[in-house]
């Protein structure tokens, strides 16, 4: 009668001989020693749990390229999306332009009534970021629209607000600027 060899024991004898290959391969494909290291453990992470696909007496070499450079291209394309999302965004922040502050000369009623005049989409944007203090992430969460339409409409609605309240201030003698009639 002979033994049976284990799952893990037919992985660690047909992939493991090729862990230093791999993470010498990915040290050149990226350049970073600790971020290949994450790569090539999650290359064997997606060899082992796919092990039982792979077919024994086929080249395990290859298949394990194969698997580190799928892992590499998922890698790239996150760091390349992630990135992309980070510049817009700055980009975005950069083109708002200043915006003066609201004056305190006038009552919370005053700015309640304003603030009912601005149509209900910007209303809500205003009230989540500027009252509530959410992050633009989170009012795009909350309201499921996309973080820049959450940046364009907070804008506009902040631009609305300030003129609602500009005609405001005019009737309580305040002119733009700070300087009463």
Request: charged share 30%; hydrophobic share 40%.
């Amino acid at each position: 009668m002979f033994s049976r060899i284990s799952r893990a024991d037919e992985f660690e004898s047909a992939a493991m001989p090729y862990l230093s290959d791999l993470f010498r391969a990915a040290v050149r494909v990226i350049g970073n020693r600790s971020e290949a290291e994450d790569l090539v453990q999650e290359a064997y992470l997606q060899a082992w749990k796919s092990f039982d696909r792979f077919e024994p007496g086929t080249n395990c070499r290859a298949w394990l390229y194969k698997i580190l450079f799928n892992v590499i291209q998922h890698h790239r394309r996150r760091w390349y999306n992630n990135r992309a999302k980070i510049e817009s965004d700055e980009v975005l922040m950069e083109t708002l332009g200043y915006e003066a502050p609201v004056r305190q000369d006038l009552s919370d009623e005053d700015v309640l009534a304003a603030f009912d005049k601005i149509p209900a989409q910007y209303r809500e944007v205003v009230l989540l970021a500027d009252v509530q203090e959410f992050t633009y992430k989170e009012v795009a969460e909350t309201l499921a629209i996309p973080v820049g339409t959450v940046m364009s409409r907070l804008s506009r609605g902040r631009s609305l607000l300030r003129q609602e309240l500009a005609g405001l201030a005019a009737n309580y003698g305040i002119k733009e600027g700070g300087r009463s009639a």
